[in-house]
């Protein structure tokens, strides 16, 4: 079964302030978080992304006052299309699989993101999937942001899927991510205790809200310390959208590359080194550096607790060893 596709919408975008080295096809991965930024390419590579009345292409550094127009498919039917996309699989049963999701992967089809997600993958690896929460998101208990990487469990059976989001609502399941942000900090560990609700003039972002927010919790562990940068160890204890950027943010110590929350779009050698970016450099990262590094939860059929972990991708790794390298921490 395929999602049918009957009509096109048009976004607009007005830039109103100008930009350090921004790509179009960043920018519009920052404003679009339902799309990957392999789907915007492929959109800018059609047409299908004017700026100024003109096609670009997805190197194109938008300038102030640049008035862009983008034009994405509606979905006209919600029937999910199964693609053969690689899939990571880490442990699989006749009820349940966990995936080690890339980055720049969407994990369900939505606002107008009818391919390439992790449910179009899971629809083609397996006969039955949840559909507890409907067929767009068919075998998915919980998400993570686009990108972000790490361990993701999935779900066969509505019977299991039920268990499961059970013990994510009582805060059963554990969950551990690690992260490379912005500044040394201070405290080896603490708790955020920041209630998270929508922004009030950018929908599209999360953000500290005392009035109407909902609570959130979220406690990190230090695990290394640079000059200017700390790698560190976060386990949220509730699942509010965007929770570890969002506090993060909050304490002043943003995720490093992250879009919409932090200080940077990427990060460079260059910028490590505190010296002028050379022409045609390439990023060390240029997504947020965090990553789902460990789920523990109790499988419902074997009746035991299981616990599962994936290691750092590459890029964050290269941007650890980097650190380590060019800013080694010392308190003498």
């Known amino acids: 079964m395929q999602q049918e596709v009957s009509q096109v919408k048009e976004l607009i ?4 302030k100008a930009f350090d080295d921004k790509r179009i096809d960043r920018y519009l991965a920052s404003r679009l978080p339902d799309f990957s930024r392999t789907f915007i ?8 992304v004017l700026v100024n ?22 979905l006209a039917e919600y029937k999910i299309a199964p693609e053969d996309i690689p899939l990571n699989i880490v442990y699989e049963d006749d009820y349940l699989m966990l995936i080690n999701k890339p980055y720049d992967m969407v994990v369900h089809p939505a606002g ?14 397996c006969q039955n999937l949840s559909q507890v929460n409907g067929p767009l998101k068919a075998g998915i208990v919980h998400r993570l942001d686009r990108d972000t990487s790490g361990i993701m469990l999935t779900i066969k059976s509505d019977a299991v899927h039920s268990h499961i989001a059970m013990q994510f609502e009582k805060r059963y399941i554990k969950k551990e991510y690690i992260a490379v ?23 599209l972002k999360m953000t500290i809200r005392h009035d109407i927010g909902k609570e959130a919790v979220s406690i990190y562990e230090v695990i290394e310390r640079f000059y200017g940068y700390t790698l ?21 110590h943003p995720v490093v590359a992250d879009f919409m929350y932090g200080n940077h779009e990427s990060c460079y050698l260059s910028d490590l080194l505190k010296k002028e970016r050379e022409p045609g450099e390439i ?3 240029e997504r947020q550096a965090l990553h789902a590094h460990r789920i523990e939860f109790f499988h419902p059929i074997q009746s035991k607790k299981m616990e599962f972990q994936v290691d750092l991708p590459p890029d964050i790794s290269s941007l650890v060893k980097a650190l380590r390298e060019i800013r080694p921490y010392s308190k003498n």
């Open 283 to 285: 990023p060390i990262i």
């Open 181 to 203: 942000v912005e500044g040394e900090i201070m405290l080896d560990s603490d708790e955020i205790n920041l209630p998270i609700g929508r922004h009030k003039t950018d929908h």
């Open 232 to 252: 560190v160890k976060i386990m949220p204890k509730t699942g509010r959208t965007h929770q570890i950027r969002v506090h993060m943010r909050a304490i002043g």
């Open 112 to 125: 107008g993101h009818p391919s390439g997600t992790l449910v179009n993958a899971l629809t083609f690896h």
């Open 41 to 48: 390419q492929k959109l800018v590579k059609e047409g299908s």
């Open 53 to 74: 009345g003109r096609t670009v292409k997805s190197s194109y550094d938008i300038q102030k006052g640049d008035v862009i127009s983008v034009r994405v498919p509606v």
């Open 13 to 16: 975008f007005d830039i109103k």
